[in-house]
């Protein structure tokens, strides 16, 4: 959006919305680091990463360090046991909440992270998909553990090709949940509509990070090889040791269930899972650059542009 286009909105908003920074892009972009540079001072951080959610899964979700944790305020982090299910509806509920009381306290809301799914409903809101059936996810459930994820998503592709095509094929939440629409409604979940413009009760400035494809996909590579580093198989090991299960929603993380794919297949070597690790997390990265890049009204920076984020956000928030 023009310079003059943005001063003019900016102008005609009401001081009483409650106002919010979004910083978003694919993994390993730098949003850490920027965050750290940039929003130190004035900013508590509302996490947007589904895995940091979860309590002891610190080094392969890349979790931010304690210091850092200590020096800026953290929302949303270490809230769930990785047994435990955290949906979308439930960060929206949350952030919703946090944004209010950040606001109150004088301070600027930071929703940072690379959870597309969290950032598509708390901008856009929800879709009018029904309210999730117990007795039909348990169902479904069984069904997933009975034929494999594998199959199931080929289920999925049959009856909802759309859906299938926006959910990673390791997503066991996202699977169960739209053969849940479909066993409960008859209709797929690609059917419902979900709004197109950005929400207007909350003043958000969108930033989106970006990087060249390549240099992205050295940052990944590096970004495993200091996850090893820093401990990850001795992670793996103590979660195992408290009996983590591919099931557990926190080990549908990338980083996590790779472990489980090894041992299943008997390639559980080093090495394999690394690599392992790497492509997923490169195609998952193409995906959140593919879906990020759909959002409405997002400035779009290198993580580098530390005077031209932090001019977009100054110009944008006058004259509060």
């Known amino acids: 959006m023009p310079l003059t286009a943005r001063l003019n909105t900016t102008l005609q908003r009401k001081t009483n919305k409650d106002r919010a920074v979004v910083l978003f892009g694919p993994t390993a972009v730098g949003k850490t680091g ?16 589904s895995v940091q959610v979860y309590k002891y899964l610190d080094i392969a979700s890349a979790k931010p360090e304690k210091e850092l944790m200590e020096k800026i305020p953290h929302h949303l982090v270490d809230i769930r046991f990785p047994w435990e299910q955290y949906t979308s509806g439930d960060f929206c509920n949350d952030a919703e909440s946090l944004i209010k009381d950040i606001n109150a306290r004088g301070r600027i809301p930071l929703i940072t992270g690379g959870t597309a799914y969290y950032f598509k409903q ?68 690609s059917s419902f509509p979900v709004s197109d413009s950005i929400r207007t009760d909350i003043d958000f400035v969108i ?24 401990g990850a198989v001795e992670e793996m090991k103590k979660l195992l040791a408290m009996g983590a299960e591919p099931s557990w ?11 489980f794919d090894a041992l299943s297949s008997g390639e559980c070597n080093i090495s394999s899972i690394k690599d392992m690790i790497v492509r997923s997390s490169i195609k998952y990265a193409k995906r959140q650059v593919t879906f990020f890049s759909s959002f409405k009204d997002t400035t779009w920076f290198s993580p580098n542009d530390y005077d031209g984020i932090n001019s ?9």
């Open 122 to 189: 708390l901008l856009y809101g929800p879709s009018l998909t029904p309210i999730s059936n117990p007795e039909t996810r348990e169902v479904i459930q069984k069904e997933i553990d009975e034929i494999g994820l594998d199959a199931a998503y080929l289920r999925l592709e049959a009856l909802d090709k759309k859906a299938a095509e926006k959910i990673d094929k390791n997503d066991r939440y996202r699977i169960s949940r739209a053969l849940e629409v479909i066993k409960d409604t008859g209709r797929p979940l």
């Open 249 to 259: 929603p926190g080990m549908q993380g990338i980083g996590y269930r790779e472990w």
């Open 34 to 49: 920027l965050t750290e540079e940039l929003f130190s001072s004035g900013y508590e951080i509302i996490n947007a990463d």
């Open 207 to 230: 930033i989106g990070l970006k990087r060249d494809k390549k240099e992205l996909e050295e940052r990944i590579k590096l970004r495993v090889d200091i996850m090893f580093n820093n």
């Open 312 to 320: 977009l956000i100054k110009e944008s928030f006058w004259p509060w």
